[in-house]
C-alpha cells in the first residue's frame, strides 16, 4: 500500500468511523433517559461525537443541531441533578406519551394508515434484522422499529463494514453498506422527516430539540453519502492492499 492509498484507505475508515459513532450517539438519545454519568460525559469537551460536530463541510441543520446541544451542555453553573431532572421530563413528555404528541416514536405509528403500533413496517424492519443475522435485545421492550433500534442497527451495520475494512475484506464491507443503504431508503428516510419535525415542535428545552436536527440532517444525508461510499475509491481495488 503506498502512501496516497494509506491516506484513502484511512480516511475512508474514518468516515464510516464517525457514522457509526453518530448512529450510536442518538440511539442512546432515543433509548431512555439521559443519566448523571451520561450527562457529565457529554458536558465534557472531549465527548467525542462533539468532534464530529464540529468537522468541516457540515451543512447548516447539522450545525444548528450541534450548537444547540453544545449550548444547552455548556450548563453554566447549573446543577448536574436539575438539568437531569429537565431532561427526564422532557424525554417523557416526547417519547413515552405522556402529552401525546409526538406520537409513540416507532415507524409503524407514523407510517401506517391507522397510525398504530406492530403494523407492517414493524414486520418488514424485523426482517431486515432477521436477514442481517441481528434480533433485538430481550431486555428493550418497544418494538423492532422503535427510533432506537432502527439506529441501533444501523450502528451495528456500520460496526460490520468498518471491521470488514480493518480485515481488507472489500466484498464485505460493500455487502454490509448496501444493506445500510437499503434501511435507510425503505425505512429511515420515509420517516424520520416528520418524526423530528413533531419533536422540533413539541420539545420544551433545546436538548432534544438539538438530537432532532442532527438525527434529521444525518438521515437526510445518508442516502447520497452511502450510495457514494459504496461507489467510493475506499472500496476499489487499489485503495486496500
Given at each position: 500500500?503506498?502512501?496516497?492509498?494509506?491516506?484513502?484507505?484511512?480516511?475512508y475508515?474514518?468516515?464510516?468511523?464517525?457514522?457509526?459513532?453518530l448512529?450510536?450517539?442518538?440511539s442512546?438519545?432515543?433509548?431512555?433517559?439521559?443519566?448523571?454519568?451520561?450527562?457529565?460525559?457529554?458536558?465534557?469537551?472531549?465527548?467525542?461525537?462533539f468532534?464530529?460536530?464540529?468537522?468541516?463541510?457540515?451543512?447548516?441543520?447539522?450545525?444548528?443541531?450541534f450548537?444547540?446541544?453544545?449550548?444547552?451542555?455548556?450548563?453554566?453553573?447549573r446543577?448536574?441533578?436539575?438539568?437531569k431532572?429537565?431532561?427526564a421530563?422532557?424525554?417523557?413528555?416526547?417519547?413515552?406519551?405522556?402529552?401525546?404528541k409526538?406520537?409513540?416514536p416507532?415507524?409503524?405509528?407514523?407510517?401506517?394508515?391507522?397510525?398504530?403500533?406492530?403494523?407492517?413496517p414493524?414486520?418488514?424492519?424485523?426482517?431486515?434484522?432477521?436477514?442481517?443475522?441481528?434480533?433485538?435485545?430481550?431486555?428493550?421492550?418497544?418494538?423492532?422499529?422503535?427510533?432506537?433500534?432502527e439506529?441501533?442497527?444501523?450502528?451495528?451495520l456500520?460496526?460490520?463494514?468498518?471491521?470488514?475494512l480493518e480485515?481488507?475484506?472489500?466484498?464485505?464491507?460493500?455487502k454490509?453498506?448496501?444493506?445500510q443503504?437499503?434501511?435507510?431508503?425503505?425505512?429511515?428516510?420515509?420517516w424520520?422527516?416528520?418524526?423530528?419535525?413533531?419533536?422540533?415542535?413539541?420539545?420544551?428545552?433545546?436538548?432534544?430539540?438539538?438530537?432532532?436536527y442532527?438525527?434529521?440532517?444525518?438521515?437526510g444525508?445518508?442516502?447520497g453519502?452511502?450510495?457514494?461510499?459504496?461507489?467510493?475509491?475506499?472500496l476499489?481495488?487499489?485503495?486496500?492492499?
Amino acid at each position: 500500500m503506498n502512501a496516497d492509498n494509506a491516506v484513502g484507505r484511512d480516511g475512508y475508515l474514518a468516515v464510516n468511523r464517525n457514522r457509526r459513532l453518530l448512529y450510536a450517539f442518538l440511539s442512546r438519545m432515543y433509548e431512555k433517559e439521559v443519566t448523571l454519568d451520561l450527562l457529565k460525559e457529554l458536558s465534557s469537551e472531549s465527548t467525542p461525537v462533539f468532534r464530529v460536530g464540529g468537522s468541516e463541510g457540515l451543512d447548516d441543520e447539522f450545525k444548528k443541531g450541534f450548537e444547540m446541544l453544545g449550548r444547552y451542555l455548556s450548563l453554566s453553573g447549573r446543577d448536574l441533578n436539575e438539568v437531569k431532572l429537565e431532561l427526564a421530563v422532557d424525554y417523557a413528555n416526547l417519547f413515552l406519551g405522556l402529552r401525546g404528541k409526538p406520537p409513540h416514536p416507532s415507524e409503524s405509528v407514523y407510517r401506517s394508515a391507522d397510525h398504530s403500533l406492530f403494523q407492517e413496517p414493524r414486520d418488514e424492519v424485523l426482517y431486515a434484522y432477521w436477514n442481517a443475522g441481528v434480533d433485538k435485545v430481550k431486555d428493550f421492550t418497544e418494538p423492532e422499529d422503535h427510533i432506537a433500534i432502527e439506529l441501533q442497527f444501523m450502528e451495528y451495520l456500520c460496526r460490520k463494514t468498518v471491521e470488514a475494512l480493518e480485515r481488507d475484506e472489500r466484498d464485505e464491507a460493500k455487502k454490509y453498506l448496501q444493506i445500510q443503504k437499503k434501511f435507510v431508503d425503505d425505512h429511515l428516510a420515509k420517516w424520520v422527516p416528520q418524526f423530528t419535525k413533531d419533536i422540533i415542535e413539541n420539545a420544551d428545552v433545546d436538548f432534544y430539540k438539538g438530537v432532532a436536527y442532527v438525527t434529521r440532517a444525518f438521515i437526510g444525508s445518508e442516502r447520497g453519502a452511502i450510495g457514494d461510499l459504496i461507489e467510493g475509491r475506499g472500496l476499489s481495488p487499489d485503495s486496500v492492499s
